[in-house]
């Protein structure tokens, strides 16, 4: 399995700000992704985060609102941009999957993130 | 097609007995059926997964179910516990390890 952290654990922000939210692995993993889940909700894919080149978004997520960093196989970063209460979530990234874990994905223990 | 359909949204279970979470799809290219566990506060943890070539897994008190030609699969928990009381949600992997997700079931084990 991999261990897995998000900093920061939670955050409270205004509206028009943005924050940018780490996950670290403890092991070198191929592949990256980050969630959202909105209060009470499923979890949303946003986008496949890969080891240099650019994030591959989900319909409905964009680069310029959610842009992605990957700079090495154990780190990456979400930033939530121009935020709105409508931002208000946990943001989950996970590993795993294809070579690296088998087939499973952990994920991180989540960022949840109020927007005033 | 992406969707995965999950059901019921909320359960109770009297402590030691059978909870049954369901969940249907229609994508028949989803090769990988895993349930998660979380708790309030909690990142997703991964509880059991199946491959669609099996028709059912065990591990301990977890059992799924799955039925390819009805592309349904199900979560049955035995001897519920109160510390099982969480959200299960199950999911299907497409191409690209992308994970649909359930909407979700409250579990409720009273004593």
């Known amino acids: 399995s991999a261990v897995i952290s998000q900093k920061p654990s939670r955050d409270i922000c205004q509206r028009g700000t943005s924050l940018t939210i780490q996950c670290q692995v403890d092991?070198?993993?191929?592949?990256m992704f980050w969630y959202r889940q909105q209060p009470g909700q499923s979890l949303t894919l946003i986008a496949t985060?890969?080891?240099?080149?650019?994030?591959?978004?989900e319909s409905g997520f964009v680069i310029d609102k959610f842009p992605i960093s990957r700079p090495n196989l154990t780190f990456s970063t979400l930033t939530v941009s121009n935020m709105s209460p409508e931002d208000s979530s946990i943001y989950l990234c996970?590993?795993?999957?294809?070579?690296?874990?088998?087939?499973?994905?952990?994920f991180g223990p989540g960022t949840r993130l109020t927007v005033l | 097609q992406q969707q995965v359909k999950q059901s019921p949204q909320s359960l109770i279970v009297q402590k030691g007995g059978i909870s049954i979470i369901n969940c249907a799809y229609e994508?028949?290219?989803?090769?990988?059926f895993p349930w998660y566990q979380q708790f309030p506060g909690k990142g997703p943890a991964l509880l059991i997964a199946?491959?669609?070539?099996?028709s059912e897994k065990k591990e301990g008190r977890f059992t799924i179910s799955f039925n390819k030609s009805a592309k349904q699969f199900s979560l049955h928990i035995m001897d519920s516990q109160p510390g099982d009381s969480a959200t299960y949600f199950c999911?299907?992997?497409?191409?690209?390890?992308?994970?649909?997700f359930g909407t979700g079931t409250q579990l409720k084990v009273e004593l």
């Open positions: 985060a890969n080891q240099g080149s650019e994030a591959t978004y």
């Open positions: 199946i491959r669609p070539d099996v």
């Open positions: 092991s070198q993993v191929t592949m």
């Open positions: 996970s590993v795993g999957g294809g070579t690296d874990l088998t087939d499973t994905q952990y």
């Open positions: 999911a299907a992997r497409a191409r690209g390890n992308k994970l649909t």
């Open positions: 994508n028949t290219a989803f090769d990988y």
